[in-house]
C-alpha cells in the first residue's frame, strides 16, 4: 500500500515537471519566434561605398537601393533645389544608357522603380526578379560613374522642377502644408530652415558648371551606401559589386555643414493666407530630443499615444469627444519615419476644423491633453505604445517585398555606419521607463518649445461674399 502510494506520488511529480518541461519549451519557442532577427552583412569598398547585403528568400525577387548623402538640408545655400534636381537628372542619361533608358531597362525586365529626395539623402531603388540583380547592380553603377549632362537635358529638368512645385505647392490648396512650410517656421538655422523644393530664381540660375561640380562632390561612392535585399547569393553579389562599383574613384568630401539647431525658449505663431484653401487648419510642431538618446525613444512611444490610430489621446480628445475635426494625423519626419534622417527634426501633427470660431477651444483642448499627459504615463500605456510601434516597425520592415528593410539599412549605415541597428530598435524603445517618458515630457513638450502654423482659408471668405 505505502510502495504503491509512494510510486503514485513520484508519477504525479513526474507528469508535473514534465509538463513544467514542456511549457518552458513552448515559452523558448514562442520567445525565439518573436525575436525575429534581420541578417546584415555589412562592409566598405575601398573607395569608401558602403554596402550591406540583407538575404531574404520568401519571394524571387531582389531589391537595389542607393542613397546618396545629400538631401534637402545640407544642400549649397545658394542652390535651394539643387539636391531635388539632381534626383531628376539622375534619369537623363549615363554612359551606357541614354536619356529615359534607365527606367525602360527596368521596367522591361519586370521591375519597378523610383528615387526621392529627403532631409539628408536622395535615393534611387528598384525591385527586380532576382535573377535581374546583376544588370540593376552594372547600371546604377553605370550613373553612379558618369552623367550625360547636357545643357538640353539640364533645361529640360529646370522646366519639370519648376513645375512640379507649381502644381503640387503654388496651385493647391494647402500646397506644402505643413511638411514644406513648418521647418521654414519652426526652424533658425538656414540648412533646416530654408525652402527645400527650392528658390525658382536659383533653379533657373543653375548652369552646366554648377551642375556638374554638384555630381562629382555629393554623387562619389565615399558619399553613398547601396543595399541589396532579397533572393540573393552573398558571395556572388559581393564579386558583382566589387565588378561594378570597385573602380569608380572616390571624391574629396566638402566640410560637413552646422545643421544644430538652438534650443526654442518661445512658443511660435504664425498665419499663412491660402486661396486655395477652403477651411482653416492648423498644424503644431515640437523640436526633437538628438537622436539615439533615450529621450529620442521616448518620444517615438509618445508619438504613439498622442497621434497614432484611433485610441491615440488628441485623436480621442479632437476628433471622438470634441468634434472638432476627422483628419488628425502626423509624426516624426513627415518625409520618411523617425529612423531615417540624421539632424534636427520635429515632432508635428496637423488637421483641418470646420469653424475658424472653434480655434481657441481647440487650443484649450489641445493644452489640456498636453498638461495632463505627464501625470497620465504609466507603464501599461508605455507597454501598449511599443505593441504599436512593434507592429509598425514589422510592417516597415517586411512590406514591399522589403524596401522598408533596404531603407533602414542605408539609412543607418550612412547616419551610424551601423546598419545592425535594425536589430536593437525593439529593445532600445523597451528599455525607456516612465521616468525618461515624464522627463522627456518636461523638456521637449513644453509650449515653449512648441510652433503653431494657422492656415487662413482666403477661398472660404471668397464663397462667404458671394
Not at 546583376?134 to 553612379?144: G, V
Not at 552623367?147 to 503654388?170: A, D, W, Y
Request: with cysteine.
Amino acid at each position: 500500500m505505502n510502495t504503491r502510494s509512494g510510486l503514485m506520488r513520484l508519477g504525479a511529480l513526474l507528469t508535473f515537471l514534465l509538463l513544467i518541461s514542456s511549457c518552458e519549451t513552448e515559452k523558448s519557442k514562442e520567445a525565439t519566434a518573436s525575436k525575429f532577427e534581420v541578417p546584415v552583412t555589412y562592409y566598405t569598398l575601398d573607395n569608401g561605398l558602403k554596402v550591406i547585403l540583407s538575404e531574404d528568400t520568401t519571394s524571387p525577387t531582389a531589391i537595389v537601393a542607393v542613397y546618396y548623402n545629400i538631401g534637402f538640408r545640407n544642400e549649397p545655400r545658394d542652390r535651394t533645389g539643387f539636391a531635388h534636381l539632381f534626383e531628376h537628372m539622375m534619369f537623363q542619361g549615363s554612359d551606357n544608357l541614354g536619356k529615359m533608358e534607365f527606367i525602360k531597362l527596368v521596367q522591361e525586365n519586370g521591375g519597378i522603380l523610383n528615387g526621392s529626395t529627403r532631409f539628408d539623402f536622395t535615393n534611387y531603388f528598384e525591385i527586380v526578379p532576382s535573377h535581374k540583380l546583376e544588370t540593376m547592380l552594372w547600371a546604377e553603377a553605370d550613373r553612379m560613374k558618369g552623367l550625360n549632362i547636357t545643357q538640353e537635358s539640364l533645361e529640360n529638368q529646370q522646366g519639370v522642377v519648376k513645375n512640379e512645385v507649381k502644381v503640387n505647392v503654388l496651385n493647391q490648396p494647402y500646397g506644402g502644408f505643413p511638411w514644406l512650410d513648418m521647418p521654414q517656421y519652426a526652424n533658425e538655422n538656414w540648412y533646416n530652415a530654408h525652402n527645400f523644393y527650392g528658390d525658382l530664381e536659383d533653379l533657373d540660375a543653375a548652369n552646366l558648371e554648377d551642375v556638374s561640380s554638384f555630381f562629382k562632390t555629393f554623387y562619389a561612392p565615399n558619399n553613398a551606401a547601396i543595399s541589396v535585399v532579397g533572393d540573393i547569393d552573398i558571395a556572388q553579389t559581393k564579386a558583382w559589386i566589387e565588378t561594378y562599383f570597385g573602380s569608380i574613384p572616390a571624391a574629396t568630401l566638402p566640410e560637413v555643414p552646422d545643421i544644430s539647431e538652438a534650443r526654442q525658449e518661445k512658443e511660435k505663431y504664425f498665419m499663412k493666407n491660402d486661396s486655395l484653401a477652403n477651411k482653416p487648419a492648423l498644424a503644431l510642431a515640437y523640436h526633437m530630443p538628438e537622436r539615439n538618446t533615450p529621450e529620442y525613444y521616448a518620444m517615438g512611444l509618445l508619438d504613439q499615444i498622442l497621434i497614432q490610430g484611433d485610441n491615440s489621446l488628441l485623436v480621442q480628445k479632437l476628433e471622438n469627444e470634441m468634434g472638432f475635426a476627422s483628419d488628425v494625423s502626423g509624426g516624426i519626419n513627415y518625409l520618411g519615419n523617425m529612423f531615417n534622417y540624421k539632424g534636427p527634426m520635429l515632432w508635428m501633427y496637423d488637421f483641418t476644423f470646420d469653424n475658424p470660431e472653434s480655434k481657441e477651444a481647440i487650443m484649450q483642448s489641445i493644452d489640456t491633453v498636453m498638461t495632463g499627459l505627464r501625470d497620465q504615463v504609466d507603464q501599461q500605456m508605455l507597454d501598449q505604445a511599443i505593441v504599436k510601434i512593434r507592429s509598425q516597425l514589422y510592417d516597415d520592415i517586411g512590406g514591399t517585398f522589403g524596401l522598408g528593410r533596404a531603407d533602414l539599412l542605408c539609412s543607418f549605415a550612412l547616419f551610424d555606419d551601423n546598419p545592425n541597428r535594425i536589430n536593437t530598435l525593439e529593445d532600445e524603445f523597451k528599455k525607456v521607463d516612465v521616468e525618461t517618458v515624464q522627463r522627456t515630457i518636461d523638456n521637449y513638450l513644453r509650449s515653449s518649445n512648441r510652433t503653431v502654423l494657422e492656415v487662413n482659408p482666403l477661398l472660404a471668405a471668397n464663397e462667404k461674399i458671394q
